[in-house]
């Protein structure tokens, strides 16, 4: 346990100590942790039962990055400056927000002296951006999100292959019951420390999420998102089903795309086919509404694909025309040829059209659902790394201030303030906290020369050397994520910014 963190608030007769790190303010029983499982009280001391997360980056091997401290043969001491980052994974809250940042460390990088502003922020306002990569329906947009029967968030706009949900916020966590906040608290954090998450979406599916791994949608297991939409599946196949079969329909539920009507189909030569389609035509070959959301063809409600055709034009097809169809992720597929009475009859699949089938799915990115996490670190936050705050906010955007969550680039909103995103799994392993407030607790860091902090009006007599700092069981050093700018590098830092 970390026991450099002391109490200044005092202890009660019976051993009790109070937590002053957030707005809760327990009181803590010896040898007990506070509400949110992150303080205890150790002999009449406060401390941090997490260990404080420093990133480890070493130029051994050719320049590799290679984790640090874990094969016993660490003496001590912390390797040299500009390759060691302090995260606020750990570190403490400036709470009650009077206070410096908890750490304030420099280190010289490539001759520039850098300080690293470090805290862990208490966000009422956050929460997460959910992508699910799926052509399942999950739900209508602006259809409630539940977890545990609560209202969690919201489904907004589908992207191009990805159903996205919308979770958390300032509403769900204070501006609800008191039951609504810590289910929407408990569901980020699962969320955010990469853990499964079972959620219910009204009028809609059952969908379990998880950082990293596919999504399970009503039980089943996602394997691959879209190529494209139908249009584009006929713009990237075209050439390939040439000659091999007189019509093709993609089926997809946003844009249904017809082979013989599209412009690509009219460059390769494809002759009409009297193909009539269900559904609102938009171009030459693009279909929208052709049938209902669903979980079935391409996102639709359909298990039959003919029942989104209508008779064929008798005046222009033939008998023995080949009709091919196939979903977007080449899940779905399905062989016919027209009689002498132009009904489609189903048929065998030529090898080549399993072929196409095999090819369209190989070209199907794998399934993820993928979680941003999203907070505005503004107010009193700002007042832990300088006396003047909104200085910090220009300086931000300015792009003299590299922000980073747990080690990690963030993208910064435009606009006032500073709001910003992470993808989590670019984060070390269990980065988030909570109080019961309820609040998420997120590391967050900012970076910049020593001068320009100077400048900024900086709590310039916090600032230590990294070098300072004492190492012990209280510090846990990794290996940066292997994708991540190195966070004290200030041409990295403005190249990756925004």
Known sequence: MQNDITNGLGAASDGRIRCD???????????????????????????????????????????????????????????????????????????????????????????????????????????????????????TEQSVVRASGEAVGHVTTSEYGSQMLSLGGVHHLTGGGKKEGRVTCDVLLDLCNR???????????????????????????????RVGCGSATIGMFAKQWYGQVD???????????????????????????GIKMKGRRSTPGRYFQVAEPGTGWGGTNISDPLSIVHPFDKKVAWPGLRLFFISTTGEHAAYFELDDDLAPRAKEM???????????????????????????????????VTEDPVRLTRSVKDALTYVTCGGAPVYVYPGGGITFMVDVMRMPENAFGYVPTPALVAPIEFTLRLTDYAELGGHMDEVRRVSSMAAGDSQRAIAPHADNPWPLSPNGAKRSFG
């Open 21 to 139: 790190a957030c707005p809760v303010m327990c009181y803590i029983k010896p040898g007990a942790s506070g509400a949110c499982d992150r303080y205890a009280n150790h002999e009449g001391e406060l401390v941090r039962v997490d260990p404080h997360v420093l990133l480890d980056r070493t130029l051994a091997d050719g320049g590799a990055i290679v984790p640090f401290h874990r094969d016993g043969s660490w003496d001590g001491k912390l390797i040299a400056e500009g390759h060691t980052f302090v995260t606020a994974i750990g570190a403490g809250t400036t709470y009650p927000d009077y206070k410096p940042a908890p750490f304030i460390v420099s280190s010289e990088v490539s001759g520039v002296d850098m300080v690293t502003v470090v805290t862990e922020g208490i966000f009422s306002y956050c929460g997460v951006k959910v992508k699910i990569d799926t052509d399942r329906f999950l739900g």
């Open 195 to 225: 853990k499964p998450v079972e959620l219910t979406i009204d009028g809609g599916a059952k969908v379990v999420v998880q950082a990293g791994q596919p999504p399970i949608v009503n039980g089943v297991t996602e394997e691959r998102m």
């Open 247 to 273: 019509e093709v329909v993609v089926v997809d539920d946003h844009i249904t795309g017809v082979l013989s009507e599209h412009q690509a189909g009219k460059l390769l030569g494809v002759p009409d086919t």
């Open 350 to 384: 030529p090898p080549g059209l399993v072929a196409s089938c095999a090819r369209i799915r190989d070209n199907c990115e794998p399934a993820l659902s993928t979680v941003l996490f999203m907070a505005g670190a503004g107010g009193s936050l700002r007042s832990g």
